[in-house]
């Protein structure tokens, strides 16, 4: 099997695309709820100017933690806030 070599550039906005798209995912979830900024923050002791960057992809780069905290918060499956496909 071969593997593909990739550049610190590339990483980067790999990283930053998938973020913005994980963001999406979770204001999709918060607003089906119908749960405000400030009460998820809350609930995933984030900051609510975090969670904000995060879903308005201004974020490049999301902890798993964070959103492992917000699954947990939303009551979702991890895997529904990161079911993004990579490039």
Same mark, same amino acid.
């Given at each position: ?7 610190? $550039?590339?990483?980067? !906005? ?8 994980? *963001?999406? +995912?979770? &204001?999709?979830?918060? &607003?089906? &709820? *119908? ?15 975090? @969670?904000?960057?995060?879903? %308005? *992809?201004? $974020?490049? %780069?999301?902890?798993? *933690? ?5 699954? !947990?918060? @939303? %009551?979702?499956? !991890? +895997? ?8």
């Amino acid at each position: 099997m071969e593997i593909k070599r990739i550049s610190i $550039e590339q990483q980067r !906005l790999e990283t930053a695309r998938v973020s913005a798209q994980i *963001g999406k +995912l979770i &204001k999709q979830e918060r &607003k089906r &709820k *119908g749960i405000t900024q400030e009460k998820l923050a809350e609930a995933a002791d984030i900051s609510e100017k975090h @969670l904000s960057s995060v879903e %308005n *992809g201004r $974020e490049s %780069n999301i902890s798993i *933690g964070y959103v492992v905290a917000i699954a !947990l918060a @939303l %009551n979702v499956p !991890l +895997l529904q806030l990161i079911s993004v496909d990579a490039k």
